[in-house]
């Protein structure tokens, strides 16, 4: 099959070598076959060497996402073969069908040399959510390849990709079931824990995967402790925290929904007792209140959803912390978090530092905190790392 294809300026091909996935658009020296977006696409230097093909998207900074390095085409065998790569690594992570834990990241984007596409799995239901319109026009040939490797343990695709698509591309989407059923309620398990997953409404895929390894930690800290969860979603830390021991646990976020299944999980895990679900404003709440707890966990939505909103994150970071730290009482520990790629872990240290300063505490550091492991990082792509947190404690 020919594809449309793009030839690079001279010596632009360099990052390409590297496995960096991403071809940018100030990189291309010509389109050739009237490429539209969505379309895959080949990309050749300016010598006329073949370097992989990839997804493309008009108009836009990115404008190649790189699925092959090598001379191979296209054809099924790339998504089927990718997705039994990523399948097989959750399997040795014992996050497929573990005793524990049933519930993962199955595919991460360019972690997982498929840029574009987040495939999560909540004990046989995957939620898709692909980000490119390359990825939305292989959705059947990757529900074919989930199919195909996942066999009798998989019950449902859910397509969960409009929120994205609506806002980085101009089109209208719905999300829907693509193959099976959907189990209702849908149910996971993470640490022993048994978790509604709210697939439909919820936010992103669901549930937040990314905080797995750090709700175990903050289990490990919150024996015969007070801790406010803020930004607490569905309450993936309170359970965590109930979990490990706490005496009481109060789950603060602005979104009723999520604190609803939040109410639900408690109850299913037998923590009601010990529990409280409150309706508020992160920051408002904080001022008031952060002295009554031993451990807070922030764990804000991405503050900047692109680079342009760098410096402003960087300055909310610095607020939302420092309103926390100001009254938290002494020996308080206090997990904090940035999910915007856009601040990395420096600046985002920085940011939280300044926040100590500005509250008028000493903290000590005592860990340094990332995504987990079901959500790797492609050597060529370090972009990809977009979670960090720290563990303080508070003089
Ligand atoms: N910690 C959660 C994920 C947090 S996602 C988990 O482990 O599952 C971010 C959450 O912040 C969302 O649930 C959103 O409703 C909430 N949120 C956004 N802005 C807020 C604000 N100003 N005050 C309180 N909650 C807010």
Partial sequence: MELPYVILKPQKESALKRRHPWVFSGAIQS???KPKSGDRIAVRTASGDWMG??????GQSIAVRMVEFTGQAPSQNVWINRIADAVALRETLGLI??????????????GDGLPGLIADWYDGVVVLQVHTLGMLKEREHLTEALRHVLGERLKAVYDKSAAVLERHH???????LLWGELPAPVLAKEH?????????QGQKTGFFLDQRDNRALVGQFANHKRVLNVFSYTGGF????LGGGATEVHSLDSSRRALDVGDRNAERNGFSKQHLSIEADALEYLRQHAADYDVVVLDPP???????AKDAAIQAYKRLNASAMRSMPKHALLFTFSCSQAVDEQAFTRAVLAGALSAQ???????????????PVAGGHPEGAYLKGLLLRLD
Avoid: M
């Fill in 97 to 110: 069908e573990g005793e524990h834990t049933n519930a993962c990241r199955l595919v991460h984007g360019e």
């Fill in 192 to 200: 022993g824990h048994r978790f509604e997953i709210d697939v439909e």
């Fill in 238 to 241: 309170s359970i965590a925290a």
């Fill in 302 to 308: 991405a503050f900047a959803k692109g680079i342009h």
């Fill in 170 to 176: 101009d089109i209208e989407h719905a999300d829907g």
């Fill in 53 to 58: 093909w990839g997804h493309y998207t008009k």
């Fill in 31 to 33: 389109r050739h076959g």
């Fill in 361 to 375: 505490r000493t903290v000590q550091i005592l860990k340094r905190l990332h995504q987990p492991a079901d959500h």
